[in-house]
T-cell receptor, first 115, second 113 residues
Framework: AQTVTQSQPEMSVQEAETVTLSCTYDTSESDYYLFWYKQPPSRQMILVIR??????QNATENRFSVNFQKAAKSFSLKISDSQLGDAAMYFC????????????FGTGTRLQVTL | NAGVTQTPKFQVLKTGQSMTLQCAQDMNHEYMSWYRQDPGMGLRLIHYSVGAGITDQGEVPNGYNVSRSTTEDFPLRLLSAAPSQTSVYFC????????????FGQGTRLTVV
């Protein structure tokens, strides 16, 4: 079974600074998908960014980018120019190809953004 | 476009009571799932479905039943509520097996006393 580990329960960043959230995973598959979801206090799960394992290029979405290291099974999220609205719980998630219904989540990192 | 709608948003049950958490999506998605979220444990898969009439167990299925009679609806039934089922429950749907986004409902906070 696949596992996802987020070793930072809480992180803090100053507004306009950059922060990196860590995620490692374990799988025997060669192709798979990785995601970062944001959960603000409203409880809504919001997709931040996604990555296909066979693509070497790291995904980027505006201020959000990933550092995908397939050999190390690492998938960290970098948030640049942090904003107050980035404060939330962030979950790393894994999914096998061909299993659209089955996401495996990490335990989450709570990000605080300070002035 | 409502997306994924869960009802109710909050519920308090007594131990031993049964209830159904409703989930409906209007995006014609084939794939639907139920997760529970507990502090410090992330989201864990309870049951999932790959289409109408097809369901299967996830990581933590005990104490829950599901059915999928239509593409739109995927209700989750608690047969005899226990305090260990106090959690936040999320329903999710997606349309395909490729790099597709899972859309989540707003969640149901369930407390079993």
């Amino acid at each position: 079974a696949q596992t996802v580990t987020q070793s930072q329960p809480e992180m803090s960043v100053q507004e306009a600074e950059t922060v990196t959230l860590s995620c490692t995973y374990d799988t025997s598959e060669s192709d798979y998908y990785l995601f970062w979801y944001k959960q603000p206090p409203s409880r809504q799960m919001i997709l931040v960014i996604r990555q296909e394992a066979y693509k070497q290029q790291n995904a980027t979405e505006n201020r959000f980018s990933v550092n995908f290291q397939k050999a190390a099974k690492s998938f960290s999220l970098k948030i640049s120019d942090s904003q107050l609205g980035d404060a939330a719980m962030y979950f790393c998630a894994y999914r096998n190809t061909g299993t659209a219904s089955k996401l495996t989540f990490g335990t989450g990192t709570r990000l605080q953004v300070t002035l | 476009n409502a997306g994924v709608t869960q009802t109710p948003k909050f519920q308090v049950l007594k131990t031993g009571q049964s209830m159904t958490l409703q989930c409906a999506q209007d995006m014609n998605h084939e794939y639907m799932s139920w997760y529970r979220q507990d502090p410090g444990m992330g989201l864990r898969l309870i049951h999932y479905s790959v289409g109408a009439g097809i369901t299967d167990q996830g990581e933590v299925p005990n104490g829950y039943n599901v059915s999928r009679s239509t593409t739109e609806d995927f209700p989750l039934r608690l047969l005899s509520a226990a305090p260990s089922q106090t959690s936040v429950y999320f329903c999710a749907s997606s349309w395909g097996v490729h790099l597709t986004e899972a859309f989540f409902g707003q969640g149901t906070r369930l407390t079993v006393v």
